[in-house]
């Protein structure tokens, strides 16, 4: 089984930039798409992006069309953490990120992370 952190989230400004970490222990990175999705208040959770790497090689990596050019997924296979760079936020950025594990076999999310608050001020 895989357990997954995330951390790196806060307050930042219209216009700056975070980036999110998400560690996992357990299994290797090998076994799971890693996903991020995130939930702002009173919506729906929201695919942000995915990315599959083993053994140091990026198989695929795919953002939202709602990030994508802003944002950027990757990974150290090393360190078994999958980053998300977030850059020129908006405010519609607010939100709770959760990176979660996709097991590669059986498609189902093996474990979900607990979550890192990304607030951006207007």
């Known amino acids: 089984q895989v357990q997954l952190v995330e951390s790196g989230g806060g307050l930042v400004q219209a216009g700056g930039s975070l980036r999110l970490s998400c560690a996992a222990s357990g299994r290797t990175f090998g076994s799971y798409v890693m996903n991020w999705f995130r939930q702002a208040p009173g919506k729906g959770r929201e695919f942000v992006g995915r990315i599959r790497t083993s053994n140091g090689k990026t198989y695929y990596a795919e953002l939202a069309d709602s990030v994508n050019g802003r944002f950027t997924i990757s990974a150290d296979n090393a360190k078994n953490t999958v980053y998300l760079q977030m850059n020129s936020l908006k405010p519609e950025d607010t939100a709770v990120y959760y990176c979660?594990?996709?097991?590669?076999?059986?498609?189902?999310?093996?474990?979900w992370g607990q979550g890192t608050q990304v607030t951006v001020s207007s």
């Open positions: 979660a594990a996709r097991n590669r076999e059986t498609a189902q999310y093996d474990a």
